[in-house]
């Protein structure tokens, strides 16, 4: 028998032993969202697992769109879905292996893979990452020896057997899942399962890659990514996107200077909103004084605004703090992929209160992208801050959720500093932006990470050869 929390366990099963496993015991999750770009993305992917099952004439397994399953808005968080995937397949699955959109499978690599484990077991199976130092973005969690502990790149894709699934519905059934932020949901699954050493680690499976699937070395790997970053089409021109930059009078000498070396020179139509009207910036005073957090006073202001007759009528408008660092080229290359006259707030998805129902919302500080459509509804319903101060992105979150209108998370997008991310997350992405510059140098990291735009041209040029 193997222990539950064996790093060893993988070898014993790989050279010594293979549990007899039919397709049919493996419950695909696709984790999906209900933006419609997304949907086609996930429909493309279950096509692609059920045309190689009949290639293999294997019975078609189950595949679940993530967003489908309950009105559960927290499901995308993956713990609260747990209970509803016990009750369904608890008994006569033997996997849940959770895909992302942008995943791809060899589905005969994957079955091998997962026959090398015994699903009576409580395994956990990914690409690990690990932390080179402790970071904000997990709470400076294992500050002593950030390595030490690993989680999930959910790109790569991820498995459960279904005797851990089932062993963490009884856990949340015993004691229900606080109410709490959802920041990065990679690592908080893998510390919840691990629940401080009382549970299984992440086994590290080589098979589960993030490699694009070109690669030569790409045919050794059971799962790939399709691409860096997603390219519909020819991207949106910069004067169909209004920017919005926050920013405030004891910031204008050191932040904003920041914005105008780096990205401010992409935008074709670029504001700078204040507590003061600087004229050599410029920057407008929009009435609302400076707050020292929470800032929901401002963005109401400059949701009003990009609806009023004061500013170039747009399709797009985009959101920034003054020491968000973005690349412009690379948001207009992805918002070919989304259709405008639909409500889209697409950002970095953050969570709050989602083990018990709670709500999504995009966190302000790696840019927040509304279509015009979605402006118009949120401010046509009455959605308001209750104090100046309150946090606008949440209180958006909130007034979303009310709306039914989908939160739309990419990962391109950041909160934090590259160097808050493991190196192995970012190498696989073409990131559209970064916040803060506390202990960088922002100018340098804009230039590493976000000036060259060739992967992006690649993808334009490619997608034009095949229109």
Known sequence: MFSK???????????FLLWS??????????QSQRNSFHVQQAEKLR???LLQAQALQESPPVILLLHTL???EGDWSILPLLPYLSSQFGKNSSWIMFLEEDTRVKLHKLHEVLKKFNCRQEWFLGKPLHDEESTIIHHYA??????AFEYPDFSAGWALSISLVNSLTSKIEEEPLKSDFTIDLKHEVALYIWEDGKGPRLTGVPELCTLPEHKPRAQYCATTVSSHSPVCGQPVKSDNIFVAVKTCKKFHSDRVPVVKKTWAKQASLLEYYSDYADPTIPTINLGVPNTERGHCGKTFAILRRYLSSHVPKTDWLLIVDDDTLISLPRLQALLS??????PV???ERYGYGLGQGGYSYITGGGGMVFSREAVVQLLASGCKCYTNDAPDDMVLGMCLNALRVPVTHSPLFHQARPEDYAKEFLAHQTPISFHKHWNIDPIAVFNKWLLNDKHTEALQKSTKEEL
């Open 70 to 72: 309950t009105d559960n």
């Open 5 to 15: 929390n064996s790093q060893t366990g993988y070898s014993v099963a790989r050279y």
């Open 345 to 347: 707030c697409l950002g």
């Open 21 to 30: 496993l039919n397709l049919r015991e493996v419950v695909f999750v696709i």
């Open 337 to 342: 992929c989304y259709d405008s006259s639909e």
């Open 47 to 49: 096509k692609d697992l």
């Open 142 to 147: 294992f500050s002593e020896n950030p390595a």
